[in-house]
């Protein structure tokens, strides 16, 4: 596993490596996130314990505006070429930051790296057996808390095309593994990609959670 966030994470640096100054200003998948906000928040993935209090020093009433907003201070705080030198220099070592494990690790580079890509119209294709394990993940994680968007799923069979790959019960819902994973984490960019009997009801409740 560590070998596919390390390879993952020097794919995202060549991405961002390859973006012009206007890319690195557009919005990304996140809401209210920047490619370049999201950029930031990738080099905070490996907080030690002083960083992570850091962090939670400027709670902002939730952790999804708490990590918000540290990745906005990381971005006014770093240009786009030192970003991209801090997320090479630090991709080789098998850390995770603190509270976490090495799965939430492989979700945060496999998802934010899509984030980015996808909005500017560039291609990274996901790892099936890695997006097969972050999916997985995401399903059943008890701690970190869920995201809110595993409660969509909820009620339907999730099958992958592209690997061995299933999960729940209930309606059939086919698509590839990464669309799979992005739908899991709220991508609703992800819903053309599915197909199946209940690809309709989950694309329908989707959007509704928004």
Avoid: N, Y
Avoid at 158 to 171: E, F, R, S, V, Y
């Amino acid at each position: 596993m560590w070998d596919v966030i390390v390879a993952e994470r020097l794919a995202l640096a060549d991405l961002l490596d390859s973006l012009s100054p206007e890319e690195w200003s557009r919005p990304s998948l996140c809401a209210s996130w920047t490619v370049h906000d999201v950029a930031a928040h990738m080099t905070m993935q490996q907080l030690g314990i002083a960083d992570a209090v850091g962090v939670m020093r400027a709670w902002q009433g939730s952790m999804a505006r708490t990590t918000r907003e540290a990745a906005r201070r990381r971005a006014a705080a770093r240009s786009p070429a030192q970003i991209v030198a801090e997320i090479r220099e630090t991709a080789p070592r098998h850390r995770h930051s603190i509270g976490v494990t090495k799965l939430e690790t492989l979700i945060d580079v496999l998802v934010h790296t899509q984030d980015i890509a996808l909005p500017l119209g560039r291609r990274h294709d996901m790892p099936p057996a890695a997006a097969a394990a972050a999916t997985t993940r995401v399903l059943t994680m008890r701690w970190p808390p869920p995201l809110p968007s595993t409660r969509v799923l909820t009620g339907f069979r999730l099958t992958a095309t592209d690997i061995d790959w299933a999960h729940g019960d209930g309606p059939e819902v086919h698509g590839p593994m990464a669309a799979l994973l992005l739908v899991a984490t709220g991508r609703q960019v992800a819903l053309p990609s599915l197909s199946g009997e209940g690809a309709a009801g989950l694309s329908e409740r989707l959007r509704l959670s928004r």
